[in-house]
């Protein structure tokens, strides 16, 4: 969908004009007569008469000239310019379409300036003006004090310059038209339909600075003087939406930002039975001047209240546009010519010479292209011109960072020739080519005329350098971390295929394997070095004596922080951490703060992984399969990006001596790099990172009741203790008259060499990888005698995350921010 914005007013058509001729100060004198002297002719003409297919929004007195003066200015070497002579009574047909003023009369030919002053017969300060008088002054001319809202007609002046008279002639034209304009703003009222209420409007009031420079100058007159001028609303007009718009209301002279502050609407409003009157003070100001709007002339001010809540206040914004013509429908004329340029601001000045210029009706020149380098960081003023077109420009979506800001305010004469849309264009930080087209149509012909001017701006994308050192795999320690159990603290093993230590979800203390979390057996309390929370529980060692080993009971978290090494597990739930202790931390190092470690379980300026971490490096879909982990995978590729870069990623599994290792490659690839290009990476490059998570193994917190038969009585013999894997091991029951006992015949660890499951330290989860390759068919032995299957006839190969008890035990691979710590 195009955005359409105003560009620029410019003169419509042939406007009305002034049908003069040179007069000296007592009379007229027809053109085209012979006259004594030299003479200066000037097209003249105000801003809204003419083509009478556009809506005129100046009234007709608005636009009436009922008198017009000329003053001739000569330049002087010495002291500038003066004022060589005073035309008054210039003859003014307002039904002509085109006409010149011929000013006659000129003793001396050279550089001239002519001021115009239309309706200004009683402005005191003009008739004390005489000849001689310098530029200077006269531009410092005021207005006649304001006292109350002035009537029409209004006084408009205008400005037109000779720089070089031609030599040896007697007669010469300013090329350049001019134009009539206002030195009054003017405040209209527009109100939008009202639910539920009827809102009729009395007057509106509002503060203006009492008087004024006759001409523009660099600042608005500044005298203190203040006039509160009041306007009664007449019949108002009202649109197809319901809006009633009330023009010519009030005609402030120019006042700087912040005099005004606000605007007084009073009128009635009816709510069903009842009516009130009103006063809603609306705020003259909007984004950009939030103290008070400065009202410059000739411009319309809008005041628009959109909603009123009941008799108590209103929702307005002010709108500012130029005195001139409004919406309509009609063709381009034949041979009027449009013209946009750009040109580039270089320290907030403009190049001598625009960077490019687009005109119409030249088929071949009325479109331009700017194109820029992907660190070309530029601003460019977009002008759009043409003798009697008003344009209108539309783009599609600007490029990201790429911004269009409306013509800044100006107090020249020719307003809308200085006036630029401003297009910045910062350096393209990205790879993707960057474009935008900038298109200026006459505001009266359709969005799809081929009668357009237009400008493309185009920018390369950057040529990318690919960073490798943000490769998401060199965050990783290259091996597993051990536990010491001597200094009680873990560190990264010597190689990837050197067994790591399996842990506890938040606890810092590792075991090699289930045999090493069973701790050591204590003779003399007939127990092993693990706790269960709340009572002892067989440990199903097979004493034949009607006894068996058991395990310690715990029952506080002081026994925890007591018994650092000790494996602890609830045999009737998930975690070690007993709902009884209270809150038991959301995070890794929360958990193990509370179990009482204060340090971290990595090394120093290493961190445990998020699971953000492990996405990074893990399939966005988990695998899963019935053959042999290395098969599943099969190379497996994927294209990624996180925050920092994009990258492929490779997935295989190796064995080395019947262990199974997982292998992740990664490289980093350009921004603009495709799916389809993933059969290209050169996966032996220098850059390839590779990283190998070993299948350490997996202890599981184990918990079995067996049912005995004694008698007629059923006993339960439970046995809970760390056991390896994550099957359920089936135990033995044995018994006679005399005693039973549960036993565990050759159990063998099934998960080293083929599960390898790592913790992540937000979540009880772990990035987990299992290879059914060695196990599918692996037979339990009783005496090394065959005794069946394992139950592992139907276990899969996978590789994604799972839910994991925070009382089981997994490996730990530790990552790092630190850049000078990070190895390829």
């Known amino acids: 969908m195009m955005r359409k914005k105003q560009i620029s007013r410019m003169l419509i058509g042939a406007l009305a004009v002034c049908l003069a001729t040179a007069c000296s100060n007592e009379t007229d004198v027809l053109t085209g007569l012979r006259t004594d002297g030299n003479t200066l002719s000037v097209n003249l003409q105000t801003t809204d008469v003419g083509v009478t297919t556009r809506t005129q929004i100046a009234s007709d007195r608005e636009s009436n000239v009922e008198s017009l003066s000329a003053y001739l200015f000569d330049n002087n070497e010495e002291s500038g310019y003066q004022l060589e002579k005073i035309y008054n009574n210039l003859t003014w047909n307002e039904n002509d379409p085109a006409h010149t003023v011929a000013l006659t009369g000129i003793a001396k030919r050279g550089p001239k300036k002519v001021y115009f002053v239309a309706n200004g017969g009683s402005i005191t300060a003009l008739g004390n003006v005489g000849t001689g008088i310098s530029e200077t002054d006269f531009k410092a001319l005021l207005m006649n004090e304001m006292k109350e809202n002035p009537a029409t007609p209004l006084t408009m002046t205008a400005e037109a310059e000779l720089a070089e008279w031609i030599e040896g002639a007697n007669n010469v034209t300013i090329q350049k038209t ?44 500044t005298g203190e003087d203040v006039v509160e001028l009041t306007g009664t609303v007449g019949e108002g007009s009202t649109d197809a939406d319901g809006n009633t718009a009330y023009t010519s209301l009030l005609y402030p002279y120019e006042t700087p930002g912040g005099v005004v502050t606000e605007v007084e609407v009073s009128g009635s409003v009816q709510a069903g039975e009842v009516t009130k009157e009103v006063t809603f003070a609306v705020p003259f100001t909007n984004e950009t001047y939030a103290d008070g709007i400065p009202i410059e002339r000739n411009h319309r001010y809008t005041v628009q209240i959109a909603r009123i809540d009941g008799f108590y206040s209103a929702e307005a914004t002010i709108t500012v546009s130029d005195w001139s013509t409004g919406e309509a429908s009609g063709n381009l004329l034949a041979g009027e010519e449009l013209k946009m340029t750009a040109t580039e601001e270089i320290n907030r000045q403009l190049s001598a010479e625009s960077t490019v210029t687009a005109v119409y009706p030249t088929d071949d020149s009325k479109t331009a292209t700017v194109e820029l380098a992907a660190d070309d960081a530029k601003i460019y003023k977009i002008y759009v011109g043409s003798a009697n077109i008003e344009a209108v420009t539309s783009w599609g979506e600007l490029p990201n960072g790429w911004t269009i800001a409306e013509p800044a305010s100006t107090r020249t004469e020719y307003l809308w020739e200085k006036s630029y849309w401003t297009l910045t264009v910062p350096a393209n930080e990205t790879d993707a080519a960057k474009s935008v087209t900038i298109k200026a149509v006459n505001k009266l012909e359709k969005d799809d005329t081929d009668k357009f001017v237009q400008i493309t701006f185009t920018q390369a994308g950057k040529e990318e350098v690919v960073d490798h050192s943000k490769n998401p795999l060199l965050k990783w320690a290259k091996t597993d971390l051990v536990y010491n159990k001597n200094s009680k603290t873990s560190n990264f093993a010597s190689g990837y295929t050197e067994q790591g230590s399996l842990y506890q979800w938040g606890r810092n203390t590792g075991w090699k394997d289930y045999k090493d979390a069973l701790g050591t057996y204590d003779s003399f309390n007939v127990t092993y070095g693990y706790g269960t929370y709340n009572k002892s529980y067989k440990t199903g060692t097979g004493l034949y004596n009607g006894d068996d080993h058991q395990s310690q009971r ?15 597990m609830d045999a009737n739930g998930t975690d070690y951490w007993a709902s009884s202790f209270g809150d038991g931390g959301s995070t890794w190092q929360g958990r193990a703060e509370k179990c009482g470690f204060a340090n971290s379980v990595c090394p120093d300026n290493w961190r445990m992984p998020t699971k953000a971490d492990f996405l990074e490096i893990k399939p966005v879909d988990p695998f899963s399969g019935s053959s042999s982990l290395a098969s599943v995978l099969n190379n497996h590729v994927e294209l990624r990006t996180n925050g920092d870069c994009s990258y492929a990623i490779r997935w295989s599994a190796e064995t080395i001596s019947s262990k199974t290792y997982l292998r992740i490659d990664a490289i980093v690839v350009s921004g603009n790099f495709t799916k389809e290009e993933l059969s290209r990476v050169d996966w032996a490059s220098d850059e390839v990172v590779t990283r190998y ?45 005399y005693y039973y006992t549960v036993t565990y015949d050759y159990i063998k660890d099934y998960s080293v060499n083929n599960e390898g499951y790592y913790w992540m330290s937000d979540a009880k989860e772990a990035f987990t990888f299992q290879d059914n390759t060695r196990v599918k068919n692996a037979q339990k032995t009783t005496n090394n005698s065959p005794n069946g299957q394992y139950p592992f006839s139907n276990r899969q190969s996978v590789l994604g995350i799972l839910p994991i008890n925070a009382q089981d035990c997994c490996a730990i691979r530790c990552v790092t921010d630190n850049p000078d710590l990070q190895q390829k």
Not at 554 to 568: A, D, G, R
Request: hydrophobic letters at 35%; a positive charge.
């Open 554 to 568: 715990y029952t506080s978290i002081e026994q925890i922080k007591n018994n650092p090494s000790k494996y602890f």
């Open 693 to 737: 998570f070993g299948a350490n193994g997996f202890i599981h917190g184990f918990y079995h009741i067996n049912k005995v038969q004694n008698g007629p009585q059923v006993d339960d013999f439970p046995v809970a203790r760390p056991m390896p894997g994550t099957e359920t091991h089936e135990d033995v029951l044995k018994s006679n008259n």
């Open 178 to 221: 001019v134009q009539l304009k206002r030195v009054s703003a003017r405040i209209d009222l527009v109100v939008a339909p009202q639910a539920g209420l009827t809102f009729t409007v009395k007057d509106i009031k509002m503060k203006s600075r009492a008087n004024s420079y006759l001409f523009p100058n660099d600042a608005p007159y």
